[in-house]
């Protein structure tokens, strides 16, 4: 390899390693906003397929949102299989408990990614625009693991969630996707409500948890931005 083509490389290399962070955040969102517009104008028998694809594509963008360690990511993917596995026997044989078990390896596989990017965040020493990306994916973390953890429950004791504007609606995970991030961002629209009391626990848990992380992040992002000095600039 001659010597004019290595820098080219390089460049392109690093070039790469600073755009794949932020790819990996922006497939997280269109995976999210792919299952969220699709989903509900798909009926009939491919409805369950569709979900499927859809769901297990939301899983793996979160899994590729791990940077660092081969372990952290290997853990992950190993739940998003465990999850994908168990939809696909649930579909297959219609035995009631592998879906609550499918949701259960989807919040193990949630909730590592969430954990792991949340250290990650708190550990960065400059406020970068990754970093930044990488909030919001923290934040869309948490919604998606509350739904997961939601659906669970809905699954295992069904009427622990109504929805009081469409009564009889089937309550699945799209519905819980919308139900969490009300609740994350307290907006309380008041359409779905928690009529157990483990549902209005976890209920209240959500709320807590999303006013505590944006309360915390906003005080570490300040906390730990620094401005350019014009001696930086210059250079």
């Known amino acids: 390899m001659s010597r004019a083509r290595i820098p080219l490389i390089v460049r392109m290399r690093q070039k790469w390693e600073s755009i794949a962070p932020k790819l990996t955040y922006v497939g997280l969102w269109a995976s999210l906003a792919l299952l969220m517009v699709i989903f509900p104008f798909i009926q009939g028998p491919s409805s369950s397929s569709a979900f499927t694809i859809l769901f297990t594509l939301l899983l793996g963008a979160a899994v590729m949102t791990i940077r660092g360690g081969r372990w952290l990511k290997v853990v992950a993917l190993l739940s998003l299989a465990a999850s994908v596995a168990s939809r696909l026997a649930f579909m297959l044989t219609g035995e009631v408990w592998l879906e609550p078990l499918s949701y259960l390896f989807a919040t193990t596989t949630l909730a590592w990614v969430t954990v792991f990017l949340f250290r990650s965040l708190f550990e960065t020493k400059e406020v970068t625009s990754t970093t930044l ?103």
């Open 133 to 235: 990306w990488e909030a919001v994916s923290v934040y869309i973390l948490i919604g998606l693991t509350w739904a997961s953890v939601f659906t669970i429950v809905e699954t295992t004791s069904p009427g622990s969630f109504e929805d009081t504007s469409l009564p009889g609606a089937a309550m699945n995970f799209p519905t819980f996707i919308y139900y969490s991030f009300v609740t994350l961002a307290t907006l309380g629209y008041g359409d779905i409500v928690p009529m157990s009391q483990e549902a209005r626990g976890l209920a209240i848990m959500e709320a807590l948890t999303g006013v505590l992380y944006m309360a915390i992040l906003i005080s570490r992002l300040v906390g730990t931005w620094r401005p350019r000095r014009k001696d930086e600039e210059k250079e």
